[in-house]
């Protein structure tokens, strides 16, 4: 019997998943609301978490849809920027202790158990709008290896810019069709389609949706859902 899921998800067609790192494997929005209360204090007092995100990501976009610079740089600037809304002074040291928050964000709960779940079917790659430093940082949460890792550091763009998944691509070896992108942010959905990668979005929440009107394969609220959707079409392929 054909199995009513995707082709990409179908473990014979597919060698590789690539994953964007913070939204999708790591809770940032958790670990940068913190970062902020502690930078601003009770300036930020009536302030919603969302309102604070939002200061945040109209800054970050803005940022790394210009000339590249590394992601430290735009987190500092973040920093000093929301600092002067709220009539904080941001010295270097706060700079510093924001950019070094990017270690404290937590994996979302089910992040482990489902690569866990995945390795076991696929080669895992991250695809992440980060420097080098700060991830490594971050990857000292998983308890597994990634088979390659690609930084905006080290392709010098931003996704969605197809750059950086160009070079995940080389890196891999892999031709575009046999790997499927898995982003929080839906503009990703755009570039690996265009490169003939499969793209599922991970809709953890309506911020997800960032306008961009890309138009990914497959939509889940989370990895548990997507990992689920991957071993019924295993299961019903052999």
Not at 206 to 213: A, I, K, L, V
Request: proline share 5%; net charge negative.
């Amino acid at each position: 019997m054909k199995a009513p899921w995707p082709n990409f998800v179908d473990p014979r067609n597919t060698s590789t998943l690539t994953f964007d790192c913070y939204g999708t494997l790591v809770d940032w929005e958790r670990g940068l609301v913190h970062a902020f209360r502690r930078l601003l204090g009770e300036r930020a007092a009536s302030t919603s978490d969302s309102a604070l995100i939002d200061a945040f990501l109209k800054i970050d976009m803005e940022l790394i849809s210009g000339p590249f610079q590394p992601y430290s740089d735009i987190l500092a600037n973040a920093a000093r920027r929301v600092g002067s809304e709220y009539e904080v002074d941001v010295g270097r040291d706060d700079e510093a202790a924001f950019v070094r928050s990017v270690f404290s964000c937590p994996l979302f709960p089910e992040t482990l158990p489902a690569l866990q779940r995945l390795s076991k079917r696929f080669r895992l790659a991250i695809i992440s709008n980060i420097d080098n430093e700060l991830l490594e940082g971050t990857l000292k949460l998983f308890n597994l290896d990634f088979s390659v890792v690609v930084t905006s550091e080290e392709a010098r763009c931003y996704k969605p810019a197809e750059g950086i998944f160009k070079a995940a691509l080389s890196r891999l070896g892999e031709i575009p069709n046999r790997v499927v992108h898995i982003a929080e942010g839906l503009c990703e959905a755009a570039p690996a389609r265009r490169l003939g990668m499969g793209s599922v979005w991970v809709r953890r929440s309506e911020r997800s949706d960032d306008g961009s009107g890309a138009r990914p394969d497959l939509t889940v609220q989370n990895l548990t859902a997507f990992v689920d959707i991957v071993e019924r079409a295993e299961a019903q392929a052999t």
